[in-house]
């Protein structure tokens, strides 16, 4: 089945500082979700973004499907940004069409 | 329009005990999932359904099995707990393949 793998795994910022996740997968999607994992464990949709660019206030998301990547940006980073953010995947055919497959996730951990 | 609805949200078990969790969505959804997610791990697809009347296997399917009882529900049952099933589970729907999915609350179940 299609391959996720998210970098970096864990990310320490001070409030205010911008960053960058990244979800690699290993073949063409059908899919691709950003999530926020907040503290209680809830999953919150950030992005549905197969392909192209997609901003959503101080979040942003590009997937560059032809490379087989996608990049979720955070900018002046929160401390209710904390949590973690997984990339989904569902592939296009195959045995991974129609399920959503998940990175391992990035931990970030933002102090005031 | 409550989404994505699991019951119940807490369960204790002890070993060999059977029980069944519960999940209704409200928003006309033909696909429905079941996810398990293990402490630092991102999540794992147990069981899925692509429209009434139809399910498959995941990638961690043993161990439990799954009913589509009609369009709106998708219930987990775990015939005989074990303690490698301690888990949260996830229960998620979408339109149908290739878009959006949409996540219930979760359901900590421990087996002792």
């Known amino acids: 089945g299609i391959q996720v793998e998210q970098s970096p795994p864990d990310l320490i910022l001070q409030e205010g500082a911008n960053s960058t996740l990244r979800c690699n997968f290993s073949?063409?999607?059908?899919?691709l979700q950003w999530f926020h994992q907040n503290p209680w464990g809830q999953l919150i949709n950030l992005f549905y973004?197969?392909?192209g660019t997609k901003q959503n206030g101080r979040l942003s998301a590009t997937t560059v499907a032809t490379e087989r990547y996608s990049l979720l940006y955070i900018s002046s980073s929160q401390t209710t940004d904390s949590g973690v953010y997984f990339c989904a995947v569902e592939g296009l055919g195959g045995t991974s069409y129609g399920k959503l497959t998940f990175g391992q996730g990035t931990i970030l951990t933002v102090h005031p | 329009n409550a989404g994505v609805t699991q019951t119940p949200k807490f369960q204790v078990l002890k070993t060999g005990q059977s029980m069944t969790l519960q999940c209704a969505q409200d928003m006309n959804h033909n696909s429905m999932y079941w996810y398990r997610q293990d402490p630092g791990m991102g999540l794992r697809l147990i069981y899925y359904s692509a429209s009434e009347g139809t399910t498959d296997k995941g990638e961690v399917p043993n161990g439990y099995n799954v009913s589509r009882l009609n369009k709106r529900e998708f219930s987990l049952r775990l015939e005989s707990a074990a303690p490698s099933q301690t888990s949260v589970y996830f229960c998620?729907?979408?339109?149908?393949?290739?878009?959006?999915?949409?996540f219930g609350q979760g359901t900590r179940l421990t087996v002792v």
């Open positions: 973004i197969p392909s």
């Open positions: 998620a729907s979408s339109s149908r393949e290739g878009t959006e999915a949409f």
């Open positions: 073949d063409s999607v059908n899919n």
